[in-house]
């Protein structure tokens, strides 16, 4: 069965950076593109980028541009979202998701259980 | 970027009513890449439904959805205890959004 197990919690200072993982089992990794998606408290969900794990190819959302690396590790089967110069506003539940297939462009069918990062001074 | 707006904010229900909840896009949403999800206090999003109308595997029948261009609809048809949480669509045909959400509680 599809599993995605992220890293744990993870409490940053403002203008640190901070790297979470998502390791994918019960499918071939390399098959599919991972999403990355943020909840801070009470809010919306909101897409921050994506990435081919076959090719390597990323998108990421216009609001993170320059702010968010997405990167894999084809023999570990993990995926990884680097957010840097953090702020208070970060604070969120970050969650890794698949999608079915690996366009980028599709709904997720599998998500990690969310890493809480909390941003404070 | 396509905006979504969903209503209402918040509904209050009884086990066994039916209920339809709304999400409406800004501009028309290419090929009905529209998606619904579930999510629960302390849980991640759950897909219900893809495609604006195709159920995800394992979901009850109870779950349906409908609508293109810019109006979609999700309707529960018989509310079960389970059911209550709230619910998100997402566009995924660009730039991918979700919709404020719909809390579903129980009354």
Redesign the interface.
């Known amino acids: 069965q599809v599993q995605l197990v992220q890293s744990g919690t993870e409490v940053k200072k403002p203008g640190a950076s901070v790297k979470v993982s998502c390791k994918a089992s019960g499918y071939t990794f390399t098959s599919n593109t991972m999403?990355w998606?943020r909840q801070a408290p009470g809010q919306?969900?909101?897409?921050m980028g994506w990435i081919n794990a076959g090719n390597d190819n990323t998108k990421y959302?216009?609001k993170f541009q320059g702010r968010v690396t997405i990167t894999r590790d084809t023999s570990a089967s993990t995926a990884y979202m680097e957010l840097s110069s953090l702020r208070s506003e970060d604070t969120a539940v970050y969650?890794c998701?698949r999608e079915p297939g690996s366009s980028g462009?599709?709904?997720?069918?599998y998500?990690?259980?969310?890493t809480l990062v909390t941003v404070s001074s | 970027e396509i905006v979504l707006t969903q209503s209402p904010g918040t509904v209050s229900l009884s086990p066994g009513e039916r209920v339809t909840l709304s999400c409406r896009a800004s501009q028309s949403v290419s090929s009905s890449y529209l998606a619904w999800y579930q999510q629960k206090p302390g849980q991640a999003p759950r897909l219900l439904i893809y495609g604006a109308s195709s159920r995800a595997t394992g979901i009850p029948d109870r779950f349906s959805g409908s609508g293109s261009g810019t109006d979609f609809t999700l309707t529960i048809s018989r509310l079960e205890p389970e059911d209550f949480a709230v619910y998100y669509c997402q566009q995924y045909g660009s730039s991918p959004v979700f919709g404020g959400g719909t809390k579903v509680e129980i009354k």
């Open positions: 999403h998606v919306r969900l909101e897409w959302s216009q969650y998701a462009w599709n709904y997720c069918d998500w990690g259980q969310g």
